[in-house]
């Protein structure tokens, strides 16, 4: 996971709370404050605000869905309410 944002934002702020809130690891990409120098950003998510979060194909680019995105996201790198483990056939076991 990776987060684009500059170090100001207050937008960028609330994403950096919940992140640490969930606990959850990112890389930190602080960005330049001026808008066109953000190549990086323009690049990963087609404009040059931010916050941006990038989560392997996920790319968000508003705080309030970003914040939603985390709320479901476990340490694990998977939705809350998801399995770890693929279910088993009848024929399989797991060992534990």
């Known amino acids: 996971?990776?987060?684009?944002?500059?170090?100001?934002?207050?937008?960028?702020?609330?994403?950096?709370?919940?992140?640490?809130?969930?606990?959850?690891?990112?890389?930190?990409?602080?960005?330049?404050?001026?808008?066109?120098?953000?190549?990086?950003?323009?690049?990963?998510?087609?404009?040059?605000y931010v916050p941006v979060l990038v989560d392997g194909e996920t790319v968000l680019t508003e705080t309030e869905e970003i914040v939603k995105y985390l709320e479901t996201y476990t340490t694990n790198g998977r939705e809350s309410g998801t399995t770890s483990n693929p279910p088993l056939s009848s024929q399989e076991k797991r060992s534990n």
């Open 1 to 48: 996971m990776k987060l684009y944002h500059t170090e100001w934002c207050p937008e960028c702020e609330v994403v950096r709370q919940k992140l640490a809130e969930q606990g959850i690891a990112y890389e930190n990409e602080i960005v330049p404050d001026v808008p066109p120098f953000r190549k990086s950003v323009y690049e990963t998510s087609g404009q040059y």
